[in-house]
């Protein structure tokens, strides 16, 4: 069997990934860009070429032999972006997962490791396949090494072997060290000869063959101003080539017979994989590993109640409401568990509902009750006509509070947190996906009333913890008060016009047709505008654009791609509009229309209280926060969200730029204090701060860029992401950053200091003591630190603007309850309050709403909060 080699050059194939792909990001925010595309390389590769051998060798460090000869020797390369820096301890993880050898040798190149191993292989009989970005390498071919190197894509490969490297520059492999001699190298700092490009360098090498030869007939060489050019840069010349030859006896100490290939570990690239959030890949490698309860439970004794008494029920209770559906507002109770010192009880949901007995005792505020997410029981049990009331304790809540990035599923994730297991998750007991069923009652019972005994069991433990941790008032007087105002707003709904949605809906489909229409004139022809395969043959084929990145199936037509062509060809906008106006149509459009409840015309959205790690709330089923506004379009659908009655209108209010406001309060800025305590705007205040101008001279492109940084330096944005962000160079972003950093010490100064916190806690925490636990801030895996870090540094933030908005919407209940007033509280978007109300009560909304909202915390800068209000929801803007 011929053995078969694959070498590849880690460091320009994470680059060359890295460049070819948006920025993605997993759930938990780790840049997964680079780690993705050099997977899908590497999965290429192993199943085109099933290597018998393979390795990947990385650069050691930014110094090698070739500096002491030439200290500029890359020296022109711009800084590694840390997003994609972040990324090299995954690759090299991804690599152990899949059993595939690294190497990396201080003082030297990947290219001289991979140089050292194919001249040594060759020798032993190998076949070699050499994969890189850089056309450097293409030197090795020969005709036992072909070099691969990536065009624009990352999977898309260009083999160079003599003949190829014959048929493209008619110059031998070894005559491209010359080339690179005379030519020089931009992105490597080799300087050549100035003048001489690779047209002039390849005339020159079929004439003479070497540059040594070359050098010592340039008498012969035509052209009068090349011969001074060649006789002035002699020796710059010499120094190129050596400098752009691969060392082939470099002291690698890894022998051929130490990288053999023998496949990857099933289970630990399935659990990176699982932490990258890269399921399309997980599913190339059969199912996930299942996460199975194997404890065995111990009996427990409990009874089925078929008649309710008062003699049921303590003076505190342990009580948990089972709905199946995670859309409670549609679905039916599965049954009660009950736990007191009189015992363990299961009550079937027909029992309990016919019951006066439980309603009345479920609605006493006297009656104390321990729950597990008192939202969704409050929601379920409303639809039966029964408030719940006299709740003292919410182990969701209490456990989210305590540790929000912990995933909480059921009753059972918080209990094996503590240590206890007396619980099965709901998985295992109901099943999953089409397996998932209710069992009978018997089993059903015993598995509620286990719930309830856990819920028992880690009251005292989580009480316990919050107090530790300073978060008694956070619980109590605001998460656990404000779940009763959402369950609230989630009842009362919000009405939707649904005819005007209708009608929104086929105005869409007009403009889609004529939009149509003009993109097939645009492309002189009829086409699947929504095939990435028969777009990419018009874009790149016919019309001639250039291929930005390829794929497997052919050239990429996503977003970011399109994006950098807009500016090339009309139809690319058109595309991108064509696209935007598509997703409106189905997601916003159909999708509305589809959870419009027909009993009430309203579509009642879930909040969800205990999912983010910064305390903010989120919307589904359906959601409500992110119907796009940035379209014309998008916004319009706002105009279908209208009052539930006659004579009322929508009044919405939302905090102005609450989260730099925060920032200015908790880093102590005394220019950013200054500036929002004057009223003045402060991305026009940055604006003069960074570029030295009084506000008169502001351009409408420098608050665009002051307000990029504003809001993206308190998310760590480094100067390629801001480079990203504006469209300009890594070197103008860096000069931003830092002129930004120059003109607000004090925010310096925060930035700094929360992560040396962050680093001694081992969490952070919002003005109102919420928490965010970090213990990879001080991870040796660069990627986690550094994630860690930017995380540090918002989450007091986010986290205390989440908590002020929360503040808020508790002192609007209680002050419209004091002035009387029906105005209802329907949506929470971010730093928005939406409510409806009658039009006689507006004068008063428009001055108590400012008055509750900006006074919910005392800050060292005013709070501001600007409201409108209208017919429609579109109108209140």
């Known amino acids: 069997m011929t053995k078969k080699l694959v070498l590849i050059d880690g460091n320009s194939i994470a680059y060359r990934a890295f460049f070819a792909l948006p920025l993605l990001h997993n759930d938990k925010g780790i840049h997964t860009n680079a780690i993705y595309g050099f997977t899908m390389m590497l999965m290429k590769i192993l199943e085109e070429e099933r290597p018998t051998h393979i390795l990947v060798a990385f650069d050691a460090g930014k110094t090698t032999f070739r500096h002491k000869s030439f200290s500029e020797y890359k020296g022109g390369r711009q800084k590694t972006p840390p997003e994609l820096s972040e990324q090299f301890s995954f690759i090299r993880e991804l690599l152990d997962a899949y059993r595939i050898s690294r190497y990396e040798l201080e003082n030297y190149e990947a290219d001289d490791i991979i140089g050292t191993l194919t001249l040594q292989a060759e020798k032993e009989g190998f076949q070699i396949k050499v994969i890189s ?79 040594e030869d070359l050098l010592s007939s340039i008498e012969n060489v035509s052209g009068s101003k090349l011969k001074e050019k060649l006789e002035t840069y002699k020796d710059q010349a010499l120094l190129s080539k050596e400098l752009a030859t691969i060392m082939r006896e470099a002291p690698v100490e890894v022998k051929l017979d130490e990288i053999e290939y023998e496949g990857f570990e099933k289970e630990k690239l399935s659990s990176l994989f699982k932490e990258l959030g890269f399921q399309s890949l997980l599913d190339k490698f059969g199912e996930e590993l299942a996460d199975t309860d194997t404890a065995e439970l111990e009996d427990i004794e409990f009874e089925i109640v078929t008649e309710i008494s008062n003699d049921l029920f303590a003076d505190h209770n342990t009580f948990y409401v089972e709905v199946l559906d995670d859309n409670y507002h ?74 929000p990035s912990e995933t909480i599923t059921d009753i059972a994730s918080i209990a094996s947190r503590y240590g206890f297991s007396a619980v099965q998750s709901d998985d295992t007991f109901y099943g999953k996906g089409a397996k998932r069923k209710v069992p009978e009652e018997n089993a059903l019972a015993e598995h509620l009333v286990r719930k309830a005994l856990a819920l028992h069991d880690l009251e005292e433990t989580l009480e316990n913890e919050l107090k530790e941790n300073q978060q008694l008032e956070l619980y109590h007087d605001l998460e656990m008060p404000l779940a009763f105002i959402l369950a609230d707003m989630e009842s009362q709904g919000i009405k939707v016009d649904r005819e005007r949605l209708s009608s929104m809906g086929e105005e869409l489909k007009s403009r889609l047709n004529d939009l149509e229409e003009l993109i097939y004139a645009l492309a002189g022809e009829a086409f699947n505008i929504n095939s990435p395969k028969q777009l990419g043959v018009i874009l790149f084929e016919k019309l001639g654009l250039p291929a930005i990145k390829k794929t497997k199936t052919g050239y990429s037509t996503s977003a970011d791609v399109l994006e950098k062509l807009e500016d090339d060809h009309e139809i690319i906008r058109q595309i991108l509009l064509f696209r935007q106006l598509g997703k409106l149509q189905s997601t916003y459009i159909e999708g509305l229309l589809k959870v419009i409840n027909p009993k009430n015309e309203k579509v009642h959205t879930i909040y969800n209280q205990t999912l983010t790690q910064t305390g903010r709330l989120s919307s589904t089923d359906p959601n409500l926060q992110n119907i796009p506004i940035r379209l014309e379009e998008g916004r319009k659908i706002r105009q279908a969200f209208v009052p539930s009655e006659e004579g009322w209108v929508i009044f919405a209010a939302d905090y102005s730029q609450i989260e730099l406001r925060v920032l200015a309060h908790i880093a102590g800025d005394e220019k950013l204090i200054e500036a929002f305590k004057e009223g003045m705007d402060i991305h026009t205040k940055t604006a003069m701060e960074v570029f030295h101008v009084k506000a008169d001279e502001v351009t409408d492109h420098m608050r665009r860029h002051a307000k990029a940084v504003n809001f ?129 009560e507006v004068e008063k909304l428009k001055v108590i709403v400012p008055d509750v909202m900006e006074n919910a915390i005392e800050l060292d800068v005013p709070l501001k909060v600007d409201y409108a209000y209208g017919p429609t929801w579109f109108d209140a803007k």
């Not at 999977?155 to 003599?162: F, H, L, N, V």
């Not at 962000?725 to 929360?754: C, Q, W």
């Not at 969490?763 to 965010?772: A, I, K, N, P, Q």
């Open 133 to 211: 970005g850089d056309k450097d390498l293409t030197q090795l071919s020969s005709p036992k090494t072909t070099v691969g190197i990536t065009k624009k894509g990352i999977t898309d490969i260009e083999e160079y072997t003599p003949d190829h490297i014959m048929e493209k520059y008619g110059l031998s492999p070894e005559q491209i060290i010359d080339m690179k001699g005379l030519m020089g190298d931009t992105s490597d700092n080799i300087p050549g000869v100035p003048g001489v490009g690779e047209k002039t360098a390849i005339k020159l090498l079929k004439e003479f063959k070497t540059l």
């Open 330 to 403: 549609y679905a039916d109770i599965a049954g009660f568990s009950l736990v007191n010192e009189k015992g363990h009880f299961f009550i079937p949901t027909r029992i309990a509902l016919e019951s006066s007995v439980f309603k009345v005792w479920a609605e006493d505020e006297e009656k104390k009750k321990t729950v597990y997410d008192v939202k969704r029981s409050e929601v379920s049990l409303r639809h039966h006509g029964i408030h719940l009331s006299g709740v003292t304790f919410d182990l969701l809540i209490a456990a989210y509070l305590a540790n």
């Open 712 to 840: 993206g330096i308190v998310y760590g944005i480094s100067d390629y992401g801001l480079s990203q962000s504006l469209k300009i160079t890594r070197k103008e972003a860096g000069h931003f950053i830092n002129r930004y950093l120059e003109s607000y010490p004090g925010v310096k100064e925060y930035m700094d200091e929360i992560v040396q916190e962050a680093k001694q806690k081992g969490y952070v925490s919002t003005l109102m003591h919420r928490r965010r636990y970090l213990p990879e801030i001080t991870s040796r895996n660069f990627n986690l630190r550094s994630f860690a870090e930017r995380t540090a540094m918002n989450t007091p933030i986010q986290g205390s603007a989440a908590d002020i908005i929360k503040k808020a919407m508790l002192d609007m209940a209680e002050r419209l309850k004091e002035e009387e007033l029906q105005t209802r509280l329907l949506l929470q978007v971010h730093d928005e309050l939406i409510f409806e109300a009658p039009v006689d």
